[in-house]
């Protein structure tokens, strides 16, 4: 059954407990219907206090009839809804974005002034393993590393994921026996986006062609691929303590000679791991920027260094390896 699939992963980990104020994010579609349906069946065993948030992005016609249909529902369980209006193609041209790019911008923008305004503690989205699998293969055609295998995390800080472990015909199935009426999405068939053709066209051309439980082969390769990831990790955190000489708020430097004498894939973590301590995110330091700073400082020949972007510089002195941030 999908409830007892759920209260597994709820428990498996650690998702909710007792008197817990879970905002819920709800589009109308299917999943989020599920997602809403299943917290209000455990809301009294829980104690817990519900809320929903909804966002009208103003891109198709069924918008404004899908924000009623979230409202209507809210008001018939009495659970306080929150809609939020926001011109998101306006948006991605403003800040020269894409529209799905944009639109998940604005969405956990949303959920997180929500969460804040009602003093909640957790956010639930109802990505399902369909999800996952769409992630996974979107991550493998950028050319992504281990970390790309990992799919989608069913828990990451407040941000819950209930759903993680039920495919999409479990999901649709429950709505159906549960009359909820959820609301299709149709811009989910416009294969123009990578992920809908990822979902509507190569997903169902492996199951039909070579593999008919390919998602949860993906699982099991994810599943697979975070136990390793995380002991990589683990000798990484251990690593950078054994070799870092100097941490501060805008500068860490690391021995350049122990650098030098590790193997090149915990070179490539430790970097990664660094710039995470500097600022805490990786986010704009590519594979090229990796192979560079391993190539500058294997080199080391005077004082050299390189900017991977507007907010860092690496550079070589004195026998060590400088992270420094730039001042903006």
Same mark, same amino acid.
């Given at each position: ?7 597994n ?14 905002v %819920?994010?709800?589009?109308?579609g ?9 917290? !209000? ?6 104690? /817990? ?6 966002? @009208?992005?103003g891109?198709?016609e ?18 306080? *809804?929150?809609i939020?209006?926001?011109? !998101? ?14 639109g ?17 503690n ?5 990505h399902?393993?369909?999800? =996952?699998a769409?992630?996974?293969?979107m ?7 281990l @970390? ?6 069913p ?5 819950i994921?209930?759903l ?5 015909d479990? !999901?649709?199935?429950? *709505?159906?026996?549960e ?12 294969? #123009? =986006? ?6 509507n ?8 062609e070579?593999?008919?439980n390919?998602?949860? #082969?993906l699982y099991?390769?994810?599943?697979i691929s975070?136990?390793? @990831? ?8 251990? #690593?950078?303590?054994e ?22 894939v915990?070179?490539?973590?430790l970097? /990664?791991?660094?710039v ?16 560079? %700073?391993?190539?500058?400082?294997s080199n080391n020949?005077?004082?050299?260094y390189?900017?991977? @972007?507007?907010?860092?510089?690496v ?6 390896i ?7």
């Amino acid at each position: 059954m999908l409830e007892e699939k759920i209260l597994n992963t709820i428990n498996k980990f650690e998702l909710i407990s007792a008197g817990d104020k879970v905002v %819920i994010g709800v589009s109308g579609g299917p999943d989020s219907m599920c997602l809403l349906h299943f917290f !209000i069946t455990i809301k009294e065993k829980y104690n /817990l206090k519900l809320y929903v948030a909804h966002i @009208n992005h103003g891109i198709r016609e069924e918008s404004t009839e899908e924000e009623q249909f979230v409202e209507n529902f809210c008001k018939k369980n009495e659970i306080e *809804c929150f809609i939020k209006h926001a011109n !998101i193609p306006e948006i991605a041209k403003k800040e020269k974005r894409g529209l799905e790019e944009t639109g998940r911008m604005v969405r956990y923008s949303f959920f997180d002034e929500v969460l804040n305004k009602v003093n909640a503690n957790k956010i639930a989205i109802a990505h399902n393993l369909n999800d =996952y699998a769409e992630t996974i293969l979107m991550n493998v055609l950028r050319g992504s590393g281990l @970390n790309g295998l990992k799919g989608i995390d069913p828990k990451n800080g407040y941000y819950i994921r209930p759903l993680i472990n039920c495919n999409r015909d479990e !999901i649709e199935k429950y *709505c159906k026996e549960e009359k909820l009426n959820p609301r299709f999405d149709k811009s989910n068939n416009d294969n #123009t =986006y990578t992920r809908n053709k990822i979902r509507n066209i190569v997903i169902p051309y492996i199951k039909e062609e070579f593999n008919p439980n390919f998602i949860d #082969t993906l699982y099991r390769l994810s599943e697979i691929s975070k136990e390793e @990831n995380d002991f990589i990790e683990k000798i990484v955190v251990q #690593t950078y303590s054994e070799i870092v000489e100097l941490e501060e708020n805008e500068k860490i430097i690391l021995n350049l000679k122990k650098f030098n004498n590790l193997e090149l894939v915990i070179k490539r973590r430790l970097i /990664l791991y660094t710039v995470y301590k500097l600022f805490g995110t990786s986010q704009g330091i590519e594979k090229i920027h990796i192979e560079d %700073i391993i190539k500058l400082c294997s080199n080391n020949i005077g004082n050299k260094y390189l900017k991977p @972007n507007k907010k860092i510089k690496v550079s070589i002195k004195n026998k060590k390896i400088i992270f420094e941030a730039e001042k903006q």
